[in-house]
């Protein structure tokens, strides 16, 4: 029988575990959005598969200055970003471990104190969103975006496509484009947001193009088995509405993406951090779509990932919060090991208290 701590290979990358640590924004990226030296550690921390994770997935990362939402998350379009990036990789790697960069555009989830210029994010729309970022000084109200032209669309598409060539050059992987939480992929998604008349609204296929187009940039750019795509369905994560036909939608948007032949598929059951059962949704169907490897995420306990994986109804178990208190979490999952408080007050900007402080088991006996 098959358990969370075999091996697997998944697209053109081998895993010594299906233990995953999920995306986790910390803010603590240096000036410039330069991943550092902190980060590197605790990356590092986390990486052994042998106590850690058997992928990790980076935080989530902005493919240019406009898709930045939150104060100091890093960024992977330059090249001092790229430098910085290398040092996490190499520290990973140093531990035997893996990891893949999550390419993130926020769209509308963002603040003007923190777009270029102070100008209005961009989006799929003009509405604003009902929802709170991280920025100087605090949690703030979100702006008022403004609409992307058609014409401007192609050069976002490029963007993620640069940020993956980035990405490769870093040292990652792979990559993993965050198409969920109400982002922008998200937000040309959703009927419930997308209120465009344009070739990138209206119908379902028109609302599926932007997705499309990005993930056909990125897998053309450093192949199909070393890019993977995170999806939340039904989640209502920054004021993104569920979508009129959801299970119709997020399986049109999976099975058109077949001829990619993508690394896995990462998708969030329930509400992002909340209720697993906020609405209906059918994750089997879903998967059904897909023919790479399907993670899932989202509120997983010990007992709960071990029988995903038994049953076959997963190959892959990514744990977020738990990673954070426990960087061996690897070791305490085989051997059953009571876990550390997660220190909420510190998830957020800060130094190495409540991000590298957490202690591992020590030296008891690996089961």
């Known amino acids: 029988m098959t358990t969370l701590f075999d091996p697997l290979r998944v697209g053109d990358i081998d895993l010594a575990t299906r233990i995953v640590m999920a995306p986790l924004t910390r803010n603590r990226a240096s000036p410039g959005q330069v991943p550092n030296e902190l980060m590197a550690q605790y990356y590092a921390q986390r990486a052994n598969p042998a106590t850690g994770a058997g992928l990790i997935v980076s935080e989530a990362t902005q493919i240019c200055p406009e898709g930045q ?18 040092g996490v990789t190499a520290a990973v790697h140093g531990q035997g471990g893996r990891i893949v960069a999550q390419l993130w555009h926020v769209g509308r989830v963002s603040n003007v104190s923190l777009q270029p210029g ?42 993620y496509r640069h940020a993956a060539l980035m990405a490769m050059e870093a040292g990652f992987d792979g990559v993993e484009v965050h198409g969920a939480n109400g982002y922008l992929i998200d937000q040309f998604l959703r009927d419930s947001i997308n209120d465009r008349s344009d070739d990138y609204g209206g119908s379902m296929a028109n609302r599926c193009r932007f997705l499309s187009e990005v993930m056909q940039a990125v897998a053309g750019a450093i192949g199909g088995g070393r890019t993977g795509l ?17 299970q119709a939608l997020y399986e049109h948007a999976v099975a058109q993406l077949a001829p990619l032949q993508l690394a896995y598929l990462h998708v969030v059951e329930g509400a992002t951090g909340g209720a697993r059962d906020v609405a209906p949704f059918d994750y089997a169907a879903l998967r059904a779509k897909f023919t790479g490897a399907w993670m899932v995420n989202n509120g997983y306990t010990r007992a709960m990932a071990l029988d995903a994986v038994a049953s076959g109804r997963a190959d892959l178990v990514a744990l977020g919060k738990a990673f954070i208190a426990n960087p061996d979490l690897g070791r305490r999952l085989r051997e059953d090991a009571p876990l550390n408080t997660l220190d909420m007050a510190t998830l957020y900007g800060g130094g190495a208290a409540g991000y590298t402080s957490y202690p591992a088991l020590g030296d008891a006996p690996q089961a």
Do not use: H
């Open 230 to 246: 995170r999806l939340s369905p039904v989640t209502p994560s920054n004021d993104a509405g569920i979508d009129s036909q959801p």
């Open 69 to 86: 939402g939150y104060l100091d998350t890093p960024g992977l379009y330059n090249a001092a970003q790229v430098a910085g990036w290398r």
């Open 118 to 159: 102070g100008q209005a994010p961009v989006s799929s729309t003009a509405r604003r969103a009902n929802a709170k970022t991280y920025v100087a000084g605090g949690f703030a109200e979100v702006s008022a975006p403004r609409a992307l032209r058609s014409d401007e669309i192609a050069g976002v598409v490029g963007q």
